[in-house]
Structure formats: structure tokens, C-alpha cells
């Protein structure tokens, strides 16, 4: 039997709705991966969930005058509802207070890690706000990072991914009213990282990382692995089951390694992990660190975004400096936004969202994509009685270009597959297949001209029918929604398999049914 591929995509927080930075990231090109393992018939899952319980949720109920629970749920269904708008299709979403289980899991294994002494307390400084009365922690408190003197909120540094302890921030200040934070002995709970020196080494050296992460990775080992809190002071989250610190809540970061460990139960391998370059040392240390202590099997490989920018400025939910998914959906479409997301996705480097850019993408491929199509169909209408033709594939250049694009099938297939992933070269060689089929009618659509050019001129036509078949099976982990009416249209399975073999038009005889409206995007 097939083991099942597994791919998860990092969990959103419920402080707000999907922006269009977070179908960039992760999320989309996810369901890329899954769709095209599962058109080459590779079983595969799909998971993902729900940060509840992050400080960002309950500083977003804190700003707006709501109750945490209320926040997280409303924006939590808002968040699926946008994910299958996009066409974004899990197979698993874990939702933390509603999930069975899930509570009582976080909880176990804190205990033990803590009976075992993995988990360990310490006294250490941590801010306060003497105006709030309130511990600093997470998202209360910013500050400059201190390791690369950036902005940042407690826990994490955005800029470099680097961890912090809250009370180590540069000038540390309350987020809710801006007053500099004292600074205050507490003890919480923490999980040493440096026990865990050898199985991280080991497994880093064993991963082909991109080199930032590599660097990320480096320099954590050379300035000592940290020592992460796993608990803190409030009243959201999981209750920490630990004498002595039953007041705390267990930090949400440990909350992500216990789900892990519960969704691996019965699976022999890792999962791809989507995520972006913020959360790092999340999924390369703390996670990992978490699963080697109950020895289960760490990620295969990670798939690593940068920012997406709007206006100069990295998208941000509790800013409110976004263009909203659901907006941009409801504008443009799934489709058109997914390919717009995936040319522009910050692979290795940070993109910019330029709404114009996007009004573009729809203009091309109404421009080029649709209206190759529109002209194909419109040709079989008039001159092939709306049939596919008798003549087999051929045309004034057509063996050539088949050659090209068989070739072109074994680079989608590279840029499709986890080793090479890379929806921004997956969307270029797409492109190219259209333009390629524009070229090809355009010199072939002379033969209507001539005489003795009617069989060639259908041979040619049936050879955009193998193109077109092909386009319906090499786009669909992209566009979806386009994909499946070019199928439909052309009397074919959706889905296929993205292989050269895709190259086939539909049998002679055949007549296409192409929609009233616009293939791809609207």
C-alpha cells in the first residue's frame, strides 16, 4: 500500500479575517502541492487549524470590547469560509477548543515532558505594566528584538525569526497603552532547547534548507539554543497542569508541537510544512525539539515564504494593513487570484501587492488564455460543424512544438513536486503553453485560406485540441475552477495527471461544449 503524503500549512490566528498576504504564503501554494499528488494519484492530507489561543486573539477581543471566545470563533469560521472560497481544500482542520481530544492532549503531554524534567522552571524578568496591571507576554508588549534590534512583539521577532524572552526586548513598552514596561521577576515554565543540541544538529544537517533558513539554523547553534517559556501568566489558553503553575496558560507555541505529535499518531513520515519565515525557528527548533522527546518522526521538508508587502509594509492582520482575501475573491475570483498570488509568491524574497498588478492578471487571461480559447471554439463552430476533426494532430511546425512541450510537461512536473516546488515557474511555463498555442494558430490559420490547406488546417485545429487538453490538466493545481471548465468543455476526467501524456485531444467525433462565460477567472 501507498504511504499517504502529508502536508500541513501553518495555523492562522483569529484576530482578524484572511488577507491576501496569507494566500500568498502558505496557504494556496499548500493546495497546489496537494492537488497535483493527487492528480498523479498519490494519496495525500492536507492539514491545518485554528491559533486560538494566541496573546493576538485576546488582545484583539481586549481592543474591540469583546470576549476572547467570541473573536475566535467569528473570525475563525471566517477564516474556513475564505480558505474554500479560494479553493483551498484541507483535509484536516484542527479546532483547538472544539476538536475532542485536543485539551486533554496539550495538557498530557505537558505533564510528562515536565515529569521527565524536559520542561523545566525558572525565575526571569518579565515586563509589566504598572497603568494596565497586567504581565507583558506574546503580542502585549513590544520592543526592539534583541537580536537584531528590529521591532518586535514578545516571543518572536518578525524580521529575523529569532526567539525572545520578553523581558530580553530593547525599551519594552505595553502594546495596549503604550507606557514603557517595568520589569518584574516571574517564574513560569521553560523548555531548554540545548538538550536537544544533537537531534537538531543532525536533523538540520540532513535537510536540504534554503539558505536562510540555514543561516537561521547557524546562528541559533552558535549563539546557544534558547531556552523557550512554555507557560505564562493570564487566563486564555490551555491551564497548565503543573502544581505551582495552574494560573499560567501553556504557550501556544508548545500548544502547535502537541497537536503535531496528535496528528502524527499511525504515520510512519513527517509532513511538508508550509510556512512563512517569521515562524522559523518555530517549526526548525521548538517543534521538532518537542516531537524528538517522544521520538516520533520530524518534517520531511519545509516550504518557506517571505513577506508579502502592501504600500512598503509587511501585510498585518492586528495592524489592519491589508487587502482582505474575501475582497479580493469577490473582485477578481478564485482563479484569478490564485494565479496573481502564486506568480507573485515571496519565494527567497520578499513580494510587494499591487492592486493594479492584479487587475492586470485578470486582464491577461482574458486577454490571451481566454481568447486563444474563445478562437478555437469559435473555429470548430465554423469549420468543423462545432466537432473535434477526423485529422490526427499536425500542422506547419506541429511536430516541433509537440517535442517542446513534452519537455515542458517534465519542467512543470519538476516545478510542481515537493523537491523543486515553485508556483511562480509553474505560472511562467503556463503562460509560455498559451503563447505557444497563440503562435501555432496564428501561422496555422492561414492553411484556411488556402485550396488544398483544408486537412492541414484541421490537423492543426486538432492539435490546439490536444494543447487545450493538456492546459485543462497542467493548470488545475493553479486554477482549479478554469481547469475543470476546460474539461468539462472538452468531455474530459478534471484532474489529471500533469504529464506529457496530457498532450491527447478528445476522440475524433467529439463535440465540445465550451461555457457561455470566460474559461479561466471572470
Same mark, same amino acid.
Request: glycine share 10%; aromatic share 8%; with cysteine.
Given at each position: 500500500?501507498?504511504?499517504?503524503?502529508?502536508?500541513?500549512?501553518?495555523?492562522?490566528?483569529?484576530?482578524?479575517?484572511?488577507?491576501?498576504?496569507?494566500?500568498?504564503?502558505?496557504?494556496?501554494?499548500?493546495?497546489?502541492?496537494?492537488?497535483?499528488?493527487?492528480?498523479?494519484?498519490?494519496?495525500?492530507?492536507?492539514?491545518?487549524?485554528?491559533?486560538?489561543?494566541?496573546?493576538?486573539?485576546?488582545?484583539?477581543?481586549?481592543?474591540?470590547?469583546?470576549?476572547?471566545?467570541?473573536?475566535?470563533?467569528?473570525?475563525?469560521?471566517?477564516?474556513?469560509?475564505?480558505?474554500?472560497?479560494?479553493?483551498?481544500?484541507?483535509?484536516?482542520?484542527?479546532?483547538?477548543?472544539?476538536?475532542?481530544?485536543?485539551?486533554?492532549?496539550?495538557?498530557?503531554?505537558?505533564?510528562?515532558?515536565?515529569? @521527565?524534567?524536559?520542561?523545566?522552571?525558572?525565575?526571569?524578568?518579565?515586563?509589566?505594566?504598572?497603568?494596565?496591571?497586567?504581565?507583558?507576554?506574546?503580542?502585549?508588549?513590544?520592543?526592539?528584538?534583541?537580536?537584531?534590534?528590529?521591532?518586535?512583539?514578545?516571543?518572536?521577532?518578525?524580521?529575523?525569526?529569532?526567539?525572545?524572552?520578553?523581558?530580553?526586548?530593547?525599551?519594552?513598552?505595553?502594546?495596549?497603552?503604550?507606557?514603557?514596561?517595568?520589569?518584574?521577576?516571574?517564574?513560569?515554565?521553560?523548555? $531548554?532547547?540545548?538538550?536537544?543540541?544533537?537531534?537538531?544538529?543532525?536533523?538540520?544537517?540532513?535537510?536540504?534548507? $534554503?539558505?536562510?533558513?540555514?543561516?537561521?539554523?547557524?546562528?541559533?547553534?552558535?549563539?546557544?539554543?534558547?531556552?523557550?517559556?512554555?507557560?505564562?501568566?493570564?487566563?486564555?489558553?490551555?491551564?497548565?497542569?503543573?502544581?505551582?503553575?495552574?494560573?499560567?496558560?501553556?504557550?501556544?507555541?508548545?500548544?502547535?508541537?502537541?497537536?503535531?505529535?496528535?496528528?502524527?499518531?499511525?504515520?510512519?513520515?513527517?509532513?511538508?510544512?508550509?510556512?512563512?519565515?517569521?515562524?522559523?525557528? !518555530?517549526?526548525?527548533?521548538?517543534?521538532?525539539?518537542?516531537?524528538?522527546?517522544?521520538?516520533?518522526?520530524?518534517?520531511?521538508?519545509?516550504?518557506?515564504?517571505?513577506?508579502?508587502?502592501?504600500?512598503?509594509?509587511?501585510?498585518?492582520?492586528?495592524?489592519?494593513?491589508?487587502?482582505?482575501?474575501?475582497?479580493?475573491?469577490?473582485?477578481?475570483?478564485?482563479?484569478?487570484?490564485?494565479?496573481?498570488?502564486?506568480?507573485?509568491?515571496? @519565494?527567497?524574497?520578499?513580494?510587494?501587492?499591487?492592486?493594479?498588478?492584479?487587475?492586470?492578471?485578470?486582464?491577461?487571461?482574458?486577454?490571451?488564455?481566454?481568447? *486563444?480559447?474563445?478562437?478555437?471554439?469559435?473555429?470548430?463552430?465554423?469549420?468543423?460543424?462545432?466537432?473535434?476533426?477526423?485529422?490526427?494532430?499536425?500542422?506547419?511546425?506541429?511536430?516541433?512544438?509537440?517535442?517542446?512541450?513534452?519537455?515542458?510537461?517534465?519542467?512543470?512536473?519538476c516545478a510542481y513536486g515537493p523537491l523543486g516546488f515553485s508556483p511562480r515557474r509553474v505560472v511562467a511555463l503556463l503562460?509560455?503553453? !498559451?503563447?505557444?498555442?497563440?503562435?501555432?494558430?496564428?501561422?496555422?490559420?492561414?492553411?484556411?485560406?488556402?485550396?488544398?490547406?483544408?486537412?492541414?488546417?484541421?490537423?492543426?485545429?486538432?492539435?490546439?485540441?490536444?494543447?487545450?487538453?493538456?492546459?485543462?490538466? *497542467?493548470?488545475?493545481?493553479?486554477?482549479?475552477?478554469?481547469?475543470?471548465?476546460?474539461?468539462?468543455?472538452?468531455?474530459?476526467?478534471?484532474?489529471?495527471?500533469?504529464?506529457?501524456?496530457?498532450?491527447?485531444?478528445?476522440?475524433?467525433?467529439?463535440?465540445?461544449?465550451?461555457?457561455s462565460g470566460p474559461v479561466f477567472g471572470y
Amino acid at each position: 500500500m501507498t504511504a499517504t503524503a502529508w502536508i500541513t500549512a501553518t495555523p492562522p490566528t483569529p484576530n482578524g479575517e484572511l488577507h491576501v498576504g496569507h494566500l500568498a504564503g502558505p496557504y494556496v501554494a499548500a493546495d497546489v502541492l496537494r492537488r497535483f499528488l493527487r492528480a498523479d494519484g498519490e494519496p495525500c492530507r492536507l492539514t491545518s487549524g485554528l491559533d486560538d489561543h494566541d496573546s493576538v486573539v485576546e488582545l484583539c477581543a481586549l481592543t474591540q470590547g469583546r470576549k476572547t471566545e467570541e473573536v475566535a470563533d467569528g473570525y475563525g469560521e471566517a477564516i474556513t469560509v475564505d480558505w474554500r472560497r479560494a479553493g483551498v481544500e484541507f483535509d484536516q482542520i484542527t479546532h483547538p477548543r472544539a476538536e475532542p481530544g485536543h485539551l486533554a492532549a496539550v495538557r498530557g503531554l505537558f505533564q510528562e515532558l515536565h515529569a @521527565e524534567g524536559v520542561i523545566v522552571p525558572r525565575s526571569r524578568l518579565l515586563p509589566f505594566c504598572a497603568p494596565c496591571d497586567r504581565p507583558l507576554h506574546g503580542a502585549y508588549v513590544g520592543g526592539g528584538c534583541p537580536s537584531c534590534g528590529a521591532p518586535a512583539q514578545g516571543n518572536l521577532c518578525r524580521s529575523c525569526a529569532r526567539p525572545n524572552d520578553c523581558g530580553d526586548l530593547l525599551d519594552p513598552h505595553c502594546v495596549l497603552c503604550g507606557t514603557p514596561a517595568g520589569l518584574r521577576q516571574v517564574r513560569r515554565l521553560y523548555l $531548554p532547547l540545548e538538550h536537544f543540541r544533537r537531534e537538531l544538529t543532525e536533523y538540520w544537517a540532513g535537510l536540504e534548507l $534554503p539558505p536562510r533558513l540555514a543561516v537561521l539554523c547557524d546562528r541559533l547553534l552558535q549563539d546557544g539554543l534558547p531556552e523557550v517559556a512554555v507557560s505564562h501568566p493570564g487566563d486564555w489558553g490551555v491551564e497548565v497542569p503543573v502544581a505551582g503553575f495552574t494560573e499560567q496558560r501553556i504557550d501556544p507555541r508548545f500548544e502547535l508541537a502537541a497537536g503535531r505529535l496528535r496528528q502524527q499518531e499511525g504515520r510512519d513520515g513527517g509532513p511538508v510544512e508550509f510556512f512563512g519565515f517569521d515562524r522559523a525557528y !518555530v517549526h526548525l527548533a521548538l517543534v521538532p525539539a518537542v516531537l524528538s522527546a517522544r521520538g516520533a518522526a520530524l518534517p520531511s521538508a519545509f516550504q518557506v515564504n517571505e513577506h508579502y508587502r502592501l504600500d512598503g509594509r509587511r501585510f498585518s492582520t492586528g495592524a489592519r494593513h491589508a487587502v482582505w482575501a474575501l475582497d479580493a475573491l469577490t473582485e477578481a475570483g478564485s482563479d484569478t487570484l490564485r494565479r496573481h498570488v502564486l506568480s507573485e509568491r515571496p @519565494e527567497g524574497r520578499p513580494a510587494d501587492f499591487d492592486p493594479a498588478a492584479l487587475d492586470a492578471t485578470r486582464e491577461h487571461l482574458q486577454g490571451s488564455w481566454n481568447s *486563444w480559447l474563445a478562437t478555437l471554439f469559435t473555429a470548430l463552430r465554423e469549420d468543423c460543424d462545432g466537432l473535434r476533426p477526423e485529422q490526427e494532430p499536425g500542422g506547419a511546425g506541429w511536430a516541433q512544438l509537440r517535442e517542446r512541450l513534452e519537455r515542458t510537461a517534465g519542467d512543470l512536473r519538476c516545478a510542481y513536486g515537493p523537491l523543486g516546488f515553485s508556483p511562480r515557474r509553474v505560472v511562467a511555463l503556463l503562460d509560455e503553453v !498559451v503563447r505557444l498555442a497563440e503562435d501555432f494558430h496564428a501561422v496555422n490559420a492561414h492553411e484556411r485560406d488556402r485550396p488544398s490547406g483544408a486537412e492541414r488546417y484541421r490537423a492543426s485545429l486538432s492539435a490546439e485540441l490536444a494543447i487545450a487538453a493538456a492546459l485543462a490538466a *497542467w493548470a488545475w493545481p493553479v486554477m482549479p475552477e478554469g481547469a475543470e471548465r476546460l474539461a468539462c468543455a472538452l468531455g474530459l476526467p478534471a484532474g489529471g495527471p500533469v504529464t506529457a501524456a496530457a498532450l491527447t485531444p478528445p476522440a475524433p467525433g467529439t463535440r465540445p461544449a465550451p461555457p457561455s462565460g470566460p474559461v479561466f477567472g471572470y
